[in-house]
């Protein structure tokens, strides 16, 4: 148990930092993301989004490696993750076609993805089936993207966030857009859609639990200090107050 101990608190010592630099990358933040004193910041009371990034901000000082986070569209941060070295990409579903591509630190928060319709325009789908051939937005890259794409969904149209989607729906341009219910209110405001003219359907997609992605070169030491940091920073009262301040 001594050494146990022990080797938690050289984990967490900034002393023992990669010598490397991470690279650190989110995406999709929309507006919950703010510059501040040249830095990427969450928007207080901004969303989910916003929590993560400030739940990885806390999570690089523990490690001792303050490091600046980067917002990239998704397709992009995933093909720097499992392509380059020393990559942080956050907040990702995991998947089985992903599994094995990074490492995996979390889970960061849980929810559940739906299809979404129109309240004005309902599509009286019931199953993934009766869905296959409408029209739906996804987050281009997303775990929806590859979920229903194997599912043979004929009319995927692709977007880079979230709000974009919601706008499509209200617009008429789609019938369904794919979205975990998690943050789904920060996402019509950016939309700027009334949450009346949105509706879940019965069609659960899954659900989801976000994680860290680590590239896949991250020696097991280090998968491991980032481990014991969300277990600390979860643990000692830190995680909940970040997201009272940024996620709701």
């Not at 900034?14 to 989110?26: D, F, K, R």
């Not at 830095?39 to 690089?60: D, Q």
């Not at 987050?139 to 499509?168: I, P, V, W």
Request: charged letters at 20%; hydrophobic letters at 40%.
């Amino acid at each position: 148990m001594k050494v146990s101990l022990i080797a938690l608190l050289l984990l967490l010592s900034p002393g023992y930092a990669s010598a490397e630099p991470w690279l650190v990358y989110t995406h999709s933040l929309g507006e919950q993301g703010v510059i501040i004193d040249g830095t990427l910041r969450g928007k207080e009371h901004g969303g989910k989004r916003a929590f993560y990034l400030e739940l990885v901000h806390a999570l690089l000082a523990e490690l001792g490696s303050p490091t600046p986070i980067s917002e990239v569209p998704l397709a992009r941060g995933l093909k720097l993750v499992t392509e380059q070295p020393h990559v942080v990409l956050f907040n990702l579903s995991r998947t089985p076609e992903r599994e094995g591509l990074v490492h995996w630190v979390g889970p960061t928060l849980q929810e559940t993805d739906y299809l979404y319709e129109s309240s004005d325009a309902p599509t009286g789908i019931r199953s993934l089936n009766d869905a296959r051939d409408l029209p739906v937005c996804i987050l281009n890259g997303s775990a929806h993207d590859e979920l229903l794409g194997k599912q043979g969904f004929t009319q995927l149209k692709r977007h880079n966030s979230y709000s974009g989607c919601f706008r499509m729906l209200a617009a008429g341009r789609v019938q369904l857009v794919a979205s975990a219910d998690g943050g789904l209110q920060q996402k019509l405001a950016e939309a700027q859609v009334d949450p009346t003219r949105i509706r879940a359907t019965p069609v659960v997609l899954g659900h989801d639990r976000g994680f860290i992605a680590l590239s896949k070169d991250t020696s097991p030491n280090d998968v491991a200090r980032w481990q014991a940091a969300l277990d600390k920073v979860r643990g000692n009262g830190q995680y909940q107050a970040l997201y009272q301040r940024y996620g709701q």
